[in-house]
Each structure stands twice: as C-alpha cells, then as structure tokens.
C-alpha cells in the first residue's frame, strides 16, 4: 500500500517524526510496526518503524532517529511532503489490549515510539487504563515528545517519571529498581511494556522479575 507524506516534525537533534497518510484506512494495535519500502541510492532498501501514533486517527505518524549507519532513516527523514512510498504492515504482538487496566510503560530514546501509540490511544480513547510512564534519555533536550508527555502528564492520563543519564533532573541515572518501586509500588496485576535499546530492555525485565513481576505481565520490543 502507498502512503503518502503530509507533515514532519523535529523532536530532538538527530529525531523527526514523519507524519503518513495510506492510501487506505489501515487498522492496527497500538504498539505494532510496519515495513517501509523505497529505493536508496539505487538499490531496494527496507526497514521496520512502530507507528508512534494512535491508531485512531486518519494518519499514522513514525518517529526516526538518525542510526550510526543513517542509510535509510536519512533517507526517511528527507522524504519531501507528497512523497509516496510502499509501507506493508501492520506487524508485531508488542500491543496493548483493551482489557488491561493497569499499564507501566518503561522506555528509553526512541524506544518512546510505540509506547507514545499506546499513550495516545488510552489517553483519547478513555480506555479506563490507569497508565504510568517511565522514560530515560540522556538529556532533557532528548527526550523525545516531551512537551506532549507534560500535557498529558498536566491532564492526568499518565503518571510520568522521566530520568535523565547525563543531566541533572527530577530523578537522575538509569532505570532501576529504585526508580521502578517509586513509581509502581504494586506489581500486582500490572502489564508492563519495555521498549528500548536492546540492553536496557534485556536489564529492566530482569529487574521487573525479580522485583516479581511475572513473565506474563512482561512484553518487550528492542529498538
């Protein structure tokens, strides 16, 4: 199916979301990914993004960051508004399922993508859900969506904790124990959703089990 540019966004240095709008509706999961298509330099090239936007809405927006080998995401982000490109999709079982009540979102950098759809849709969809936020970035200019995730925050549709590994802030280092037990005192019938560098999501579901959460309460993406 095309899709067709209709907006960018500059988040932070190095980030810009890329606002979609398919040829045809498209229903999807918040959470789950699709697979862009185009010709880079000559050659088909290919590359999965989680939507980082409600499925709701008429448009699908994704969040790229530019990569140590910026060959594709580059490439995304310079699409010029009007520029249709091949997307396939949707894929993926990171999602979030209207029956859970009680969700911890804990991501870091762009890891904030599908965790923003997900947000998003609980947010507009006055799913009931009661929603927490844990994000680390390296500095308060990197934290991705932040003027959005205040808002929400200010609405109350999301208790958010944000720390920061390189700056001083309201908490400070990486996600840990401590920072998980302040803002999830029960783990009790909570679902958790990790997504992040491959290394931070491998660490933190580490620490949710032996903070003793259940593999089933536990879905994790490594961006």
């Known amino acids: 199916m095309e899709w067709t540019v209709i907006g960018k966004m500059q988040e932070t240095p190095g980030v810009v979301t890329i606002r979609f709008k398919p040829s045809k509706k498209v229903s999807f999961r918040p959470g789950q990914y699709f697979i862009f298509y185009d010709m880079v330099d000559y050659l088909e090239d290919c590359r999965a993004y989680s939507a980082s936007s409600s499925p709701s809405h008429d448009y ?18 310079n699409l010029p508004v009007g520029y249709a490109i091949e997307v396939r999709g949707p894929h993926g079982s990171f999602c979030f399922d209207d029956s859970a009540k009680d969700v ?29 936020l844990i994000y680390s970035a390296k500095t308060k200019e990197q934290v991705i969506f932040l003027k959005e995730l205040q808002e929400i925050s200010d609405a109350g549709k999301v208790k958010l904790f944000i720390t920061l590994t390189q700056e001083q802030g309201e908490f400070t280092g990486r996600i840990d124990s401590s920072l998980i037990n302040k803002a999830v005192p029960d783990k009790a019938d909570k679902m958790f959703f990790i997504c992040g560098p491959p290394l931070m999501a491998q660490q933190t579901q580490k620490i949710l089990r032996e903070l003793g959460a259940s593999e089933g309460q536990i879905k994790s993406e490594e961006f």
């Open 60 to 77: 699908v927006d994704i969040t790229v960051k530019l990569v140590q080998n910026p060959h594709f995401s580059k490439h995304l982000q």
């Open 104 to 132: 911890v979102l804990i991501g870091a950098g762009s890891g904030i993508a599908p965790l923003r759809s997900i947000l998003q849709y609980t947010a507009e969809k006055e799913s009931g859900a009661n929603v927490t």
